[in-house]
């Protein structure tokens, strides 16, 4: 395994990096678009990668773990380091990332698997699609109200019946 390190502050287009070396010295720090981010860490031979947990990660995750890399992903609550620093800047955070994956301190985050992170946001979009659908039969319910017209009580409304 390589000695170095990297931490990369990972946004929706771009991606900052800063690659330390085993004593905590900076070999390289540079931004650039999310797909350079593979062609850069090969270029310098990095053996673990550690980013803050976002939306935006999940595919620069899967596209590094799939190609070997060892990548951790820290609970954005927990890294206090990067959350107290009085400077504030992707160089800053992406260094205090690679500082805490080169002293193995970083918090970790549970990032699922494809499979699990399919069935939950496949769980989260019918619940979505139930919740919409209760709101629109209030909504119902409500301008049939306002317009003073009555439903059946002996069934509902949105059954075969209610809605003839």
């Given at each position: 395994?390589?000695?170095?390190?990297?931490?990369?502050?990972?946004?929706?287009?771009?991606?900052?990096?800063?690659?330390?070396?085993?004593?905590?010295?900076?070999?390289?720090?540079?931004?650039?678009?999310?797909?350079?981010?593979?062609?850069?860490?090969?270029?310098?031979?990095?053996?673990?990668?550690?980013?803050?947990?976002?939306?935006?990660?999940?595919?620069?995750?899967?596209?590094l773990s799939s190609r070997g890399y060892n990548v951790v992903v820290s609970h954005p609550k927990k890294t206090r380091y990067i959350a107290e620093a009085k400077i504030k800047?992707?160089?800053?955070?992406?260094?205090?990332?690679?500082?805490?994956?080169?002293?193995?301190?970083?918090?970790?985050?549970?990032?699922?698997?494809?499979?699990?992170?399919?069935?939950?946001?496949?769980?989260?979009?019918?619940?979505?699609?139930?919740?919409?659908?209760?709101?629109?039969?209030?909504?119902?319910?409500?301008?049939?109200?306002?317009?003073?017209?009555?439903?059946?009580?002996?069934?509902?409304?949105?059954?075969?019946?209610?809605?003839?």
């Amino acid at each position: 395994m390589s000695a170095l390190v990297c931490g990369l502050d990972v946004h929706k287009d771009s991606t900052y990096a800063t690659i330390l070396n085993s004593e905590g010295k900076i070999v390289n720090q540079t931004r650039m678009s999310n797909e350079k981010v593979l062609p850069y860490l090969s270029h310098f031979n990095v053996g673990k990668v550690g980013m803050e947990s976002s939306n935006q990660i999940a595919p620069l995750y899967r596209q590094l773990s799939s190609r070997g890399y060892n990548v951790v992903v820290s609970h954005p609550k927990k890294t206090r380091y990067i959350a107290e620093a009085k400077i504030k800047s992707d160089r800053v955070d992406s260094k205090a990332i690679a500082e805490l994956v080169r002293l193995d301190a970083l918090p970790l985050a549970y990032f699922p698997n494809r499979e699990i992170a399919n069935l939950r946001e496949k769980v989260r979009r019918r619940a979505f699609l139930v919740r919409e659908r209760v709101k629109l039969r209030v909504k119902v319910k409500s301008v049939l109200t306002y317009e003073g017209l009555k439903w059946p009580t002996d069934h509902g409304l949105f059954t075969k019946n209610g809605v003839e």
